[in-house]
């Protein structure tokens, strides 16, 4: 049997792909069953709709959604679902994102979207990989490995 699919992620262009590349890295390397589309929010609103829906019916837990230029991607995903969307700002557009960055975090009160950085997909990542750990002891001894290791690579840099 197949194993549950935990988070879903969506993404505005085929163009994006490059930029949200870590987040399927670090979902592999904590062994995080994850989705993965293709979806506008604008030039393809019911398919988004569609997978939306399939997700939460499926039993997926969070979404990770990004887009550049207008990213109503995150709001609209934001706005049909209660689990928790995390949204990645790319730049590409406006002044290296910023028009991205502020459309995916401005969200009016009660419809959240978790934003990280211009093109913080790893963040994205690894917040996804803490939420799902909040109830999972293995995950977040795993979370605190990764976090040594990073450190680790860090201070060899040199
Ligand atoms: C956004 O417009 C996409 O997320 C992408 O960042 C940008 C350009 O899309 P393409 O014209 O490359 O498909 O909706």
Do not use: C, W
């Not at 790893?122 to 290791?149: G, P, T, W």
């Amino acid at each position: 049997m197949s194993k549950k699919i935990d988070v879903q992620i969506i993404i505005g262009s085929k163009s994006d792909e490059p930029k949200i590349k870590s987040v399927v890295d670090v979902l592999n390397d904590f062994e995080i069953v994850h989705d993965f589309k293709v979806a506008s929010a604008h030039r393809t609103p019911n398919y988004v709709e569609e997978i939306i829906d399939n997700a939460i019916n499926s039993g997926v837990k969070v979404f990770i959604t990004g887009a550049g230029m207008a990213n109503h991607l995150s709001g609209t995903v934001a706005a049909r679902t209660v689990l928790p969307v995390i949204g990645v700002p790319f730049s590409g557009g406006i002044s290296h994102g910023m028009d991205s960055l502020l459309s995916t975090v401005q969200m009016p009160p009660g419809i959240p979207v978790a934003t990280v950085a211009v093109d913080g997909a790893k963040n994205a990542a690894i917040l996804a990989v803490e939420i799902l750990s909040v109830n999972n002891k293995e995950l977040q001894k795993k979370l605190i490995e990764y976090r040594h290791s990073e450190a680790e690579k860090i201070k060899n840099a040199i």
